[in-house]
């Protein structure tokens, strides 16, 4: 009898111990299930917002190709009439314009890029340079813009080390220009090497891979100088060039920096039908200028930038659209760059 009671009693606590381990496996598996749906809702919700951030972003994207296409619009209405000429009184040269839209703002200003001193201008063919004659022209007045622009510690010394290796940069040999230049020898011996373009520019920023460049130099040449991709256009309108840029026009025209700014000081809104009627200043007309500085100069323009910037919710979106006005009066996308510069 005593051995059935203890079978009886051990046979109760085996049962009370199997309840407890199963009780313990369904609180686990009550637990695992909980954290996994935990994590699935996290992800779900993560997801969610990816998708609400892609579609933000691409509505944002949409607002600055409309910036894109109404600033075209801008340009061909500005020009049916003036064909011509191109100058600061336009409808397109009213500065940064913001427009409202739903849930966010488009905001657009149109630059002339005829203004300033495009760099690939410095690309040109050494083999019609007679032996032994100074620099070309585009070339003196580049040293003689960064000497202008008085950074500090940059002389005339290194400004020609400069100037020098941006032809070598853009030139389609390997020849060195000069003492300053610089080919594949030099780029290839770096920590990181890598080899010149020989090509053309694609942007200013392209210039802090150019021997002898630095940072502030190339800081203080943003105001000054333009990339023109694929194209080395030499042509600085006369109408557009900003009146605080007198410095560009002083190192273009080789005249003192006074002359230079009296004759931006003094151009009326509308600018000069002719680049005759700027070189008829008595400012300018005193220094009996060659025909060959006075063919750098012209009243028109064909290349504009836009730069946009669009928000939509708490997505934003930059985009700069380099155009090109041809014969027709159509407008042509020549390069499109997403960010900020």
């Not at 050494?126 to 022209?137: D, M, N, Q």
């Amino acid at each position: 009898m005593k051995q059935f009671f203890g079978l009886r009693i051990t046979h109760q606590y085996r049962i009370k111990n199997c309840q407890g381990v199963a009780l313990i496996t369904v609180m686990l598996i009550v637990a695992l299930a909980a954290v996994l749906a935990t994590q699935m809702t996290a992800r779900l919700q993560l997801q969610m917002q990816r998708t609400s951030n892609i579609e933000f972003n691409q509505q944002a994207y949409w607002y600055a190709m409309g910036a894109e296409a109404f600033a075209k619009r801008v340009l061909i209405t500005a020009f049916e009439d003036e064909k011509d000429i191109t100058h600061l009184e336009q409808m397109w040269a009213q500065g940064e314009t913001s427009y409202p839209v739903d849930f966010g703002q488009i905001t657009g200003e149109i630059f002339d890029m005829q203004a300033c001193l495009n760099l690939n201008a410095l690309r040109f063919d050494k083999s019609e340079i007679p032996v032994g004659t100074k620099k070309p022209a585009i070339q003196e007045a580049f040293i003689e813009l960064i000497v202008s622009l008085g950074v500090e510690g940059v002389n005339s010394f290194e400004a020609e080390y400069m100037a020098d290796a941006l032809v070598d940069w853009l030139d389609k040999d390997s020849a060195i220009e000069s003492a300053g230049g610089a080919e594949d020898n030099d780029y290839s011996a770096k920590e990181f090497p890598y080899l010149p373009a020989n090509n053309y520019l694609a942007s200013i920023t392209e210039l802090r891979l150019i021997e002898h460049f630095t940072v502030p130099v190339i800081n203080k040449l943003k105001d000054y100088v333009c990339v023109l991709p694929n194209t080395n256009l030499h042509e600085i309108n006369l109408n557009t060039i900003n009146s605080e840029h007198a410095v560009l026009l002083k190192a273009l025209l080789d005249i003192p920096l006074e002359d230079a700014e009296q004759a931006l000081s003094g151009r009326d809104g509308e600018g000069f039908k002719t680049a005759e009627g700027f070189f008829d200043l008595p400012e300018i007309k005193k220094h009996k200028l060659s025909n060959d500085l006075e063919k750098q100069f012209v009243v028109d323009s064909e290349y504009f930038k836009l730069k946009s910037s669009a928000s939509f919710n708490n997505s934003y979106f930059s985009l700069s659209t380099l155009m090109k006005v041809e014969k027709n009066n159509s407008i042509s996308v020549v390069s499109r760059t997403i960010g900020r510069e």
